[in-house]
């Protein structure tokens, strides 16, 4: 049995697992209990769940007042896991992030104190706000799942997964975050605002004052469990070739002018096998990996300046390469 400390009292088993039922039963009550607090958004509900599940990272993108803190609030306390929120600004720095070392004077030592990335679940808020050298020093959190300060490596615990917001319209005062570090993120997830039926079901729930308490489904330990049972999932040959070709497409498009890197192929490759999970399958089928192929690559592809003149996007390419690339019957 492999252990390991993931804060200062509980220690988790990380080699355990759960059978494929009980991770689409836990699955779908996470699902059920977010959508009873959450009005629509079940798409991306399941597509951050499906990232948890893969060990990835999120970026949730749209305008103020659509719910992107709200919902990541929302998955923590289901969830069971410690959840930290950094307001990210343009006079962040890398120690309010990961911690420092503060001088004792009453024992004349050094002790760290942790910075909020110590936790499962990190909201790091309007993350376009944050000044490069501050947004570089979350590169190792997000890869490794571990700070480095002063020669000193401290594991992050486990599970542990970053939401990042940013505001697509507002640019004034932001620093768009460089290619190395949105390859990190495994799904990058457009929020549009609410149908008309969903806006009106938000006002009369407010208005009634509804109650919001929310159950804890699970615990760290159990989100652990689920991980390491999605790692398991079967993928045929032909399966692991079909996402090889839709990457490789990427790179050889006309209109595409940076294509996906291998991570991306992992990416789907991990992500298509949690969703199979969650559907009760311990195996992959093609619409696995055509269902997250947006939400993967929408990030880590460049269009061509013609190309976007056009007005093409990247989420219309990537649908015109899966429509291109022959699928495994």
Known sequence: ??????????????????????????TSDIIRECSRI???????????????????????????????????????????????RIQLTVDTLPADLLGSNVFNQRTGEFWFRKGPVFSNLVLADEINRCPPKSQSALLEVMEERQVSIEGVTRKLPRPF???????????E?????????????????????????????????????????LNVLVDPAAMVRMQNTCKTVFIEEDVINYIRDIVVRTRNDPQILLGGSPRASLVLMNASKSRAAMQGRDYVIPEDVRRLSVQALNH????????????LTVQRVVTKILGEVDCPK
């Open 1 to 26: 049995m492999t252990t390991e400390e993931t804060n200062d009292t509980v220690v988790i088993d990380t080699s355990a697992t759960m059978t494929i039922d009980e991770v689409h039963k836990t």
């Open 300 to 311: 880590r592809l460049i269009l061509k300046p013609e190309a976007e003149l056009e007005g």
């Open 38 to 84: 959450i009005v629509g958004k079940e798409d991306i509900l399941r597509d951050v769940l499906i990232a948890f599940l893969s060990n990835g990272h999120v970026v949730l993108e749209g305008v103020p007042g659509i719910a992107k803190t709200y919902m990541a609030r929302t998955f923590a306390e289901i969830l069971g896991c410690a959840f930290k």
């Open 161 to 171: 997964l970053i939401i990042a917001t940013q505001n697509p319209v507002e640019q």
């Open 173 to 213: 005062g932001t620093y768009p975050l460089p290619e190395a570090q949105l390859d990190r993120f495994m799904f990058r997830l457009i929020l549009d605002y609410p149908t008309d039926q969903e806006e009106a079901e938000v006002i009369r729930r407010k208005h009634l004052g509804e109650a919001t308490d």
